[in-house]
C-alpha cells in the first residue's frame, strides 16, 4: 500500500480535460514539494512536473500541477492519445516512511 | 546532455546478493549538489524508492530495505552501484537509477532516468 494515495483510474476523451489527485500528510506533501512523472508503456517514467508546479524543458504546457495543504493534482488539458500513460506522483517525507514516497500510480485512458 | 544506464544480472538466486551498476554520462558525482538514485518496479505495481548517494557520499535508504541495501559511487569511473542482500522472489523487478539536481530534500526529484534494467529472482 502506497504512502501517497491515487486514484488507480481515470479516464477522458480527446480534447477534455482530466485531474488526476495525489493525497498525503503533513510528513511528505504538506511540508515538501510534489513532483510527477509520466510512464508510456514499456518505457521508463518521465518527469512531467516537479516542485508542484513546474514544467521541465520540452513538457507541454497542456499539463500543469498544483497543491494544497497535503494534496496536490495534476491536470492535463486538451487530452490527447499519447497521453494514455500511469502517472505517478511523489515527494520526499520526512517521516520513517521516507525518504522517498509514491503514489500508487493512475493508470490514464484516452477514450 | 545527461544519460544514465542500468546494468547487473537479469537472473538470480533466492538468498543471492544483487548488483547493480548505473553507468552515467552528462554529470559528475564529484559536482556538489548532485546525487544519483535508484527505483524500483515489480511487474505491473508501482514504482518504490530505494536509495540515494549524493556528491558528498551522503546516503539515504529506504526504511524498510535499509538493512539489505548497500549504495556506493565510483567518481572516477562515474558510476554508482547497488547491492541488495538475501534476494528474494519479490525483489522481481525492473530496476531503475536516476539523476537527482539538488541535495534540498524538501525539493527532491529526478530529472533524468536511466532505462532500467529487469531482474527476476528465481531458483
Known amino acids: 500500500q502506497s504512502v501517497l494515495t491515487q486514484p488507480p483510474s481515470a479516464s477522458g476523451t480527446p480534447g477534455q480535460r482530466v485531474t488526476i489527485s495525489c493525497s498525503g500528510s503533513?510528513?511528505?506533501?504538506?511540508?515538501?514539494?510534489v513532483n510527477w512523472y509520466q510512464q508510456l508503456p514499456g518505457t521508463a517514467p518521465k518527469l512531467l512536473i516537479y516542485?508542484?508546479?513546474q514544467r521541465p524543458s520540452g513538457v507541454p504546457d497542456r499539463f500543469s500541477g498544483s497543491k494544497s495543504g497535503t494534496s496536490a493534482s495534476l491536470a492535463i488539458t486538451g487530452l490527447q492519445s499519447e497521453d494514455e500513460a500511469d502517472y505517478y506522483c511523489?515527494?520526499?517525507?520526512?517521516?520513517?516512511?521516507?525518504?522517498?514516497?509514491f503514489g500508487g500510480g493512475t493508470k490514464l485512458t484516452v477514450l | 546532455q545527461i544519460t544514465l544506464k542500468e546494468s547487473g544480472p537479469t537472473l538470480v538466486k533466492p538468498t543471492q546478493t544483487l548488483t547493480l551498476t548505473c553507468t552515467f554520462s552528462?554529470?559528475?558525482?564529484?559536482?556538489?549538489?548532485?546525487?544519483v538514485g535508484w527505483i524500483r518496479q515489480p511487474p505491473g505495481k508501482a514504482l518504490e524508492w530505494l536509495a540515494v548517494?549524493?556528491?558528498?557520499?551522503?546516503?539515504r535508504y529506504s526504511p524498510s530495505l535499509k538493512s539489505r541495501l548497500t549504495i556506493t559511487k565510483d567518481t572516477s569511473k562515474n558510476q554508482v552501484v547497488l547491492t541488495m542482500t538475501n534476494m528474494d522472489p519479490v525483489d522481481t523487478a525492473t530496476y531503475y537509477c536516476?539523476?537527482?539536481?539538488?541535495?534540498?530534500?524538501?525539493?527532491?526529484?529526478?530529472?533524468?532516468w536511466g532505462k532500467g534494467t529487469t531482474v527476476t529472482v528465481s531458483s
Open positions: 536516476a539523476h537527482i539536481p539538488t541535495t534540498v530534500t524538501r525539493l527532491f526529484y529526478m530529472d533524468v
Open positions: 552528462g554529470l559528475s558525482l564529484s559536482t556538489s549538489g548532485v546525487g
Open positions: 548517494i549524493y556528491w558528498n557520499d551522503d546516503k
Open positions: 503533513s510528513s511528505n506533501i504538506g511540508s515538501n514539494t
Open positions: 516542485s508542484n508546479n
Open positions: 511523489a515527494a520526499w517525507d520526512d517521516s520513517l516512511n521516507g525518504p522517498v514516497v
